[in-house]
T-cell receptor, first 115, second 113 residues
Framework: GAVVSQHPSWVICKSGTSVKIECRSL??????MFWYRQFPKQSLMLMAT?????????EQGVEKDKFLINHASLTLSTLTVTSAHPEDSSFYIC???????????FGPGTRLTVT | QKEVEQNSGPLSVPEGAIASLNCTYS??????FFWYRQYSGKSPELIMS????GDKEDGRFTAQLNKASQYVSLLIRDSQPSDSATYLC?????????????FGKGTHLIIQP
């Protein structure tokens, strides 16, 4: 149980274009979903927290107009990287909680490369 | 600014021995503590969660929490080569499941056959 999927698993895009990443909880309803970013040889950094039907809460230093988060249902959250630049190249990972515990279950991640 | 500190390693342990991983955190109101295992190029996998002082055992893994010292540890008994990975200590806030996690930089563990 507690399986989280992400799509796509990897994406290459040109500078200036936008990319959408989907995060789905497959066998549970996720009260809260989180988006993290991991640069090479660094740890995960929380970008934002999203609850279904509410605006996402962004961490300090994360541009909310650049990283658009939509949490349209209890099983789906999307992250759109707008006007991507090479410095946005990273490993983007979502996680979700079931609401019955504090544990977060991570998706397999999306590797974004901006050329 | 919440901080989670780990020794980056690498920590090299012979196969069959006990691997001991340590973590300290800065936010005294933290309520939840986790150990994740991350293989290169993959996302983190939950190994252990602990919420109250003391020890929690699950198979070959034991997590230890000391809130007074703001210290969390993970022991891996009978270490196997497949345990070789980066182990991430993660700390939740006072808001329970509504809080994102603060991660340490991870300890790279190498189990020598």
């Amino acid at each position: 149980g507690a399986v989280v999927s992400q799509h796509p698993s990897w994406v290459i895009c040109k500078s200036g274009t936008s990319v959408k990443i989907e995060c789905r909880s497959l066998d549970f309803q996720a009260t809260t979903m989180f988006w993290y970013r991991q640069f090479p040889k660094q740890s995960l950094m929380l970008m934002a927290t999203s609850n279904e039907g509410s605006k996402a809460t962004y961490e300090q230093g994360v541009e909310k107009d650049k990283f658009l988060i939509n949490h349209a249902s209890l099983t789906l959250s999307t992250l759109t990287v707008t006007s991507a630049h090479p410095e946005d190249s990273s490993f983007y990972i979502c996680s979700a909680t079931t609401g019955s515990s504090y544990e977060q279950y991570f998706g397999p991640g999306t590797r974004l490369t901006v050329t | 600014q919440k901080e989670v500190e780990q020794n980056s390693g690498p920590l090299s342990v012979p196969e069959g021995a006990i691997a001991s991983l340590n973590c300290t955190y800065s936010d005294r109101v933290s309520q939840s503590f986790f150990w994740y295992r991350q293989y290169s190029g993959k996302s983190p996998e939950l190994i252990m969660s602990i919420y109250s002082n003391g020890d929690k055992e699950d198979g070959r893994f034991t997590a230890q929490l000391n809130k007074a010292s703001q210290y969390v540890s993970l022991l891996i008994r009978d270490s196997q080569p497949s345990d070789s990975a980066t182990y991430l200590c993660a700390v939740g806030g006072s808001g329970g499941g509504a809080d994102g996690l603060t991660f340490g930089k991870g300890t790279h563990l190498i189990i020598q056959p």
